[in-house]
């Protein structure tokens, strides 16, 4: 039997890579079931950029316009020294038309792709699946409800820490690349720090400070180094709180007040930098999508649209491959890897050093460009 006349998916994750996967999917005329951890889509976090390819792949979803109509203000990004005064800036205020990168709130390009897929795909939530076994023409997946789930090929759409990724492939943590450093990220009501449509920085050696203003809400990030992985429990929010403060107290700027945002009980993101290696992104019937195959880290500021371009990517290689998921799946890490490893290279190396300098040298260095107007973001 061909894979055409089976044609039936099972997505594991149900975010940007896991919908747009499903909504290529649907397209192809794949059965898909989404199975999703959480109770329903995980919302929240930093606006998506959304660049390059990514903005003719939306196109052809027929998601252009409506993303254009929700695009945030283009933004100021200034680099202040301890006074506050502006070390350099990134102009991206010049107006442009929707052929052109722009910034959009995770949850309205959720929502878009919420709707893309509404009532054509089953989306199954609070569940996860323990169990994948590979058969001749079929995966079978088990649910931790028990429930067993049969499907042509299996996608894992389910982030970094890809549940997925361990049942395929069971390699442990050993795809995760730790960039040497931990960044909490916590959105709040607008904080009068900055102006809105504006994003300042403020860089020590081994420490930055970020804020990102809009016209109702301001992101406060701040990063440091560490030369190696820390020892912590993610659910021990008290921990984590102390870590940032241990890292923070006592330095100037801004950082004072982002710093009594850190204690209230309101929920926060923190994570170490890490990008996500995989020597292979798929295996027999199953293949990894976004995050879960390769993170190219917040860093990157790609991730959303990284997510968007493989989805698309795997289905043009599985129209092109119909009746062979081998041929296709090679098709798909063949094409996209170099520009995966390209992005994920420029992150680790030069965004890190711009974003993140580790060093008063790479902290001068930085600065240097700056005022020669020598980077771009
Ligand atoms: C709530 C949230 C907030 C975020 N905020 C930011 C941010 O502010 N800045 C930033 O740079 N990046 C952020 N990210 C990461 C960013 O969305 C991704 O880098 C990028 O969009 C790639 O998307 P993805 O779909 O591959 O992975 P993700 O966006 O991580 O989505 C993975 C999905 O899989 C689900 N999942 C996880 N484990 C399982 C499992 N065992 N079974 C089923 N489903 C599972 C998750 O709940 C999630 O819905 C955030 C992600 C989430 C989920």
């Known amino acids: 039997m061909t894979q055409t006349e089976l044609r039936t998916a099972l997505v594991s994750g149900a975010n940007f890579a896991g919908l747009a996967t499903a909504f290529w999917l649907k397209g192809l005329g794949y059965r898909v079931t989404i199975v999703e951890t959480a109770a329903g889509v995980r919302r929240g976090g930093t606006p998506v950029d959304i660049k390059g390819e990514t903005v003719g792949i939306l196109e052809r979803m027929g998601l252009l316009d409506r993303a254009w109509a929700k695009r945030l203000p283009p933004r100021a990004f200034t680099f202040r020294g301890a006074d506050n005064e502006t070390l350099g800036a990134i102009d991206h205020t010049a107006p442009k038309d929707r052929t052109h990168d722009f910034e959009i709130h995770r949850d309205d390009l959720l929502d878009l792709l919420l709707d893309a897929v509404d009532g054509s795909v089953d989306i199954i939530y609070d569940r996860s699946i323990v169990r994948l076994q590979e058969h001749a023409d079929q995966m079978s997946a088990t649910l931790n409800d028990g429930s067993r789930h049969d499907a042509t090929l299996v996608f894992g759409c389910d982030g970094n820490r890809s549940n997925t990724r361990n049942l395929v492939f069971d390699d442990g943590d050993a795809a ?49 180094r560490a030369d190696s992985e820390i020892a912590y429990d993610y659910r021990d929010r008290a921990r984590l709180r102390r870590l940032v403060h241990e890292h923070f107290d006592g330095l100037g700027w801004k950082v004072p007040q982002m710093l009594s945002h850190v204690d209230d009980e309101e929920d926060f993101y923190f994570d170490r930098a890490t990008q996500i290696r995989m020597p292979n992104w798929s295996k027999g019937r199953a293949a990894l999508v976004g995050d879960a195959g390769y993170c190219v880290s917040p860093i990157a500021g790609m991730g959303g649209s990284m997510a968007i371009i493989g989805a698309a990517r795997l289905a043009d290689a599985l129209a092109q491959h119909a009746d062979d998921h081998a041929a296709a799946f090679r098709a798909y890490e063949d094409g996209l890897r170099p520009f995966v490893e390209e992005v994920q290279t420029r992150a680790a190396t030069e965004g890190m050093a711009v974003i993140f300098p580790a060093s008063a040298h790479e902290l001068a260095e930085r600065d240097r460009k700056i005022a020669a107007n020598e980077i771009a973001l």
């Not at 690349?177 to 009501?189: D, E, Q, S, T």
């Not at 720090?193 to 109702?216: C, H, I, K, Q, W």
Request: hydrophobic share 35%.
């Open 176 to 224: 995760s690349y730790f960039m040497g450093g931990y960044f909490y990220l916590k959105v709040v009501r607008e904080t009068g720090l900055l102006p809105p449509d504006t994003s300042e920085v403020f860089s020590v050696p081994g420490r930055t400070a970020m804020l990102n203003g809009y016209d109702d809400r301001t992101d406060i990030c701040l990063a440091f």
